[in-house]
């Protein structure tokens, strides 16, 4: 970021800081309660998830209209870089008997011509069934359900992971105060994550929704678009379970990728 836009940026933040104080007669007392509010979620390493909650969608929002392809989504507070780069046929590193239903999702990435993008590197990660996230959450094993795959040379990948639930944001931390006092509830539908990497059009970040799923209206970080929702269906004929070798039920969501110059901006300007 050049120096005299960091100077702008902040001048104006202080400006509208101040006059959003006085509009409102804020006391030294509220003004305290604030400040507190801060640093309780730094002790409660709960800052990126208060400040994703309620700033990260209109961000990437003013992202997506400077974007012609695909729509980007929140990160979120959970992405850790570095997942394991893992090997065809392609499966989320998880528990033995990893809880909650199969789920292959798949997809193709192509260019805005409609052609195929190979080796893109697609990183997926997602909460367990318990709505955990792995060297996050306490009690899950490293890098579970997290990895990083490669589209082949028809621009296709497809990974096996499980349904994830929706995720509740912890409820007696700092973040989950405001939120009660906003009077609003706790959690995110169910949703996948993922980055996808390319040589040339770079980085973007997107998440996956399921048509249908709860709090799609009223995710408590206001980030889902109708774009991103996609279907989640389900396979139980005999013939389905025998094409893919497994016994009991599963799921497939498909999502296809556009990536596009703005993504290649991107990448320029790093
Ligand atoms: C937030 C985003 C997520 O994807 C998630 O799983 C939890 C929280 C957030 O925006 O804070
Ligand atoms: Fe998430």
């Known amino acids: 970021m050049k120096t005299d836009r960091v100077k702008a940026v902040l001048e104006d933040l202080e400006k509208t800081l101040i006059e959003f104080m006085r509009k409102h007669n804020i006391t030294h007392e509220e003004y305290r309660m604030a400040t507190d509010v801060l640093l309780e979620t730094v002790k409660a390493g709960e800052e990126s998830l208060l400040y994703d909650i309620f700033f990260e969608a209109a961000i990437t929002e003013i992202g997506n209209k400077a974007r012609e392809g695909s729509p980007e989504a929140i990160e979120g507070p959970f992405y850790i870089p570095g997942a394991p780069r893992l090997e065809p046929p392609y499966v989320l590193r998880q528990r033995k008997n990893e809880a909650g239903d199969i789920l292959f ?14 080796n893109v590197e697609v990183d997926v990660w997602s909460a367990d069934s318990d709505g955990l996230y792995s060297n996050i959450h306490p009690g899950t094993p490293d890098w579970n359900l997290r990895g990083r795959l490669y589209t082949d040379s028809n621009g296709w990948f497809e990974v096996r992971t499980i349904v994830p639930p929706p995720y509740e944001i912890p409820k007696n931390g700092p973040t989950g105060r405001v939120l009660t006092a906003l009077g609003r509830h706790f959690f995110r539908p169910s949703h996948l994550h993922v980055k996808l990497r390319h040589t040339q059009f770079g980085e973007m970040t997107s998440q996956v929704y399921f048509r249908g799923g709860r709090y799609l209206e009223s995710d408590v970080a206001n980030a889902v678009r109708d774009e991103l929702i996609v279907d989640l269906i389900r396979h139980d004929t005999t013939e389905s379970l025998a094409s893919r070798g497994l016994d009991k039920p599963y799921y497939e969501v498909r999502y296809d990728f556009v990536l596009s110059a703005a993504n290649q901006l991107a990448a320029a300007m790093e």
């Open 105 to 118: 999702f798949n997809g193709r990435v192509v260019d805005r011509q409609g052609r195929a993008l190979p």
